[in-house]
């Protein structure tokens, strides 16, 4: 299964759901384009629902890291939303779960972001 | 002791990637793994197919690896091989490091590691070989056990 995004608008934060797996190839190459695309058009606070994601590959991490750290370097911000188990403990063997700001409740998230 | 050996040899691409976890996944399932052994088990195969397709043979169509997977009562051992320019076991950095923690890549071999019981990396000429070994223990000697 690939994966698929959907973007929504809440309160100023877009919310970006994703589901399928995130692995070299075309669920990375989504994943970045989705981000980038965001980025350019100014929308900067940035929501990661990864609940309905299966799978993550060490390039879907990857990746996720470099989501992170271009919205962070214009000035805005990413969070990560419902971690499934597997992913929760990617993030965690590979040091990463305290680098991102991780939230399992959407609207508490949304309201995180600073105004 | 039963033993069960397969190997393929496949192209340079994602599809062998693909197709080299999910056969992992049916034999260590076949084998007697939990489910969490068993995506442990195809998770660093795919992480180590990844590395022979993409920083080995670097996607070379001429190029082809190589996969060869021994189920033993005590062990599933899985030899991921490349004809790349070799890797560098001397030099893969820390991807726990600080300075490495926000880099894109670097997290294959040690994913590997944390997954499984033993990782050996061998330099071929020309090329790599990375040795995936999972123990046989609780549920899969039970399982294989129960078999025999």
Partial sequence: MSMKTSTRQ???VTIVDLSGRITLGEG????????RDLVTKGQKKILLNLGDVTYIDSSGIGELVSAFTTVRNQGGDLK??????KVHDLLQITKLYT????????ATAISSFAK | MTENRVSYTLDSSLESVNMAEETSQQIAVKAGFDEDDCLKISMAVREATV??????????????????FEST????????????????????????????????????IFLMRSFMDEVRIRLLDPGTEVTLVKNVSGSAANHKEASQ
């Fill in chain 1, 10 to 12: 809440v309160d100023g």
């Fill in chain 1, 28 to 35: 990375s190459v989504i994943l970045r384009d989705t981000v």
């Fill in chain 1, 80 to 85: 990560l939303l419902n971690l499934t188990k």
């Fill in chain 1, 99 to 106: 680098v991102f700001d991780v939230k399992d409740d959407e």
């Fill in chain 2, 51 to 68: 590395n022979a397709v993409l920083h080995g043979n670097a996607y070379d169509p001429k190029k082809k690896i190589r996969v060869a």
């Fill in chain 2, 73 to 108: 009562s005590r062990a599933l051992v899985v030899t991921i091989t490349d004809e790349g320019k070799g890797l560098d076991v001397n030099n893969i950095p820390d991807p726990l490091a600080p300075e490495n923690l926000l880099k894109q890549s670097g997290r294959g």
